[in-house]
């Protein structure tokens, strides 16, 4: 059958995965900016975000928590630049890590538990959950109603907040949802599927219930911010003559738009045009877009005047551009 669907559409163009694999950050945030902490607790999926082994949680009980979702081939440290955004100004952030093949119900149920865990030792129980890509998928399932033990801790408000994430199912992967393709590769497209993706491997297809039926929000989620990215023409590194060597596109504005999605008072839509990677930044450049849109939002703070030299200088330190001849 066509050699398989092309190996079922390269492995399901890699499970639709996108984050660049990178060297562990262990690098620790920079807490000079933050409340003093007042609490100390380990709880199982969180942790500061970095590469460290220390999963140790130091937080002020009193102020409101980021929660910082990766996608797939992600890690918390992937994440670590952006906590340190969020440090910059006072406002303290964690990373929820995960196994990118699991099954998406199975990650986002680990995540209500850790966020339940966590607002139970908060005296302010405000979460905003930020979810990238993937992340974004187990963000939001995280927190319906309808999952077979909702998330509950009384008191809580919550925000949500998803960045290119395929609520409507990765194109790439539909042949794994497909009962004809099934039929003409003899079954060989499920191992293969799951081969690529995982568990996870018939979730993310526009067929299945977990796309299909996102279920409705918790009254607790004051805002789903649903930022989606206008992709195409966009490039993820650039060859030294200036030619686009890796394109930024993952996935187009109609995977990342499903009505169900979309019902009811609390979502907003804002469309962003850049590349999927680009979005949340890399070492080759800040997510200057994404920043500029958390804070028209009051989700960054945005610094004061006379903070704003402080922040730029910040920002150039941490997302710097790799030279020419590294960035091949």
């Not at 005296?123 to 939001?140: C, E, F």
């Not at 290119?164 to 199912?169: E, N, R, T, V």
């Not at 079954?187 to 219930?209: F, H, N």
């Not at 903070?307 to 960035?327: H, S, V």
């Amino acid at each position: 059958m066509k050699s398989l669907l092309i190996l079922s559409v390269l492995l399901v163009m890699t499970a639709g995965c996108s984050a660049p694999i990178r060297e562990p950050e262990l690098r620790p945030i920079d807490q000079s900016r933050m409340p003093p902490p007042d609490l100390s607790v380990t709880i199982p999926g969180l942790g500061p975000c970095t590469d460290s082994p220390d999963h140790a949680l130091h937080l002020n009980s009193q102020q409101p928590v980021m929660v910082l979702v990766h996608g797939c081939l992600g890690s918390a440290g992937r994440f670590r630049a952006l906590a340190e955004v969020f440090a910059f100004s006072g406002q303290q952030a964690v990373c929820f890590s995960y196994n990118d093949r699991d099954s998406l119900m199975v990650s986002s149920a680990q995540l209500a538990t850790a966020l339940e865990e966590l607002a139970g030792h908060l005296q302010r129980k405000d979460l905003t959950v930020i979810g990238h890509s993937q992340g974004g998928l187990i963000a939001r399932k995280a927190l319906v109603a309808e999952r077979p033990q909702p998330f509950q801790a009384l008191g809580a408000e919550l925000e949500l907040v998803t960045i290119s994430a395929p609520f409507a199912g990765i194109e790439a992967a539909s042949h794994c949802g497909s009962t004809l393709a099934t039929i003409f590769s003899l079954g060989l497209t499920v191992p293969i599927c799951k081969l690529a993706a995982g568990d996870k491997w018939y979730e993310i297809t526009g067929a299945s219930d977990f796309i299909r039926q996102p279920g409705d929000l918790l009254g607790q989620v004051k805002e789903h911010l649903k930022i989606n990215t206008e992709e195409s023409g966009s490039c993820r590194r650039v060859n030294a003559d200036g030619n686009c060597a890796q394109s930024d596109y993952v996935f187009s504005l109609e995977e990342q738009h499903l009505p169900l999605v979309n019902a009811g008072t609390v979502a907003t839509n804002v469309v962003v045009k850049a590349g999927h990677v680009e979005i949340v930044g890399d070492n080759r450049v800040a997510p200057f877009k994404l920043i500029a849109t958390l804070q028209e939002r009051g989700i960054l703070k945005t610094p004061a005047p006379e903070r704003t030299a402080a922040f730029g200088q910040m920002l150039t330190l941490l997302y710097q551009r790799l030279p020419p001849t590294e960035a091949q």
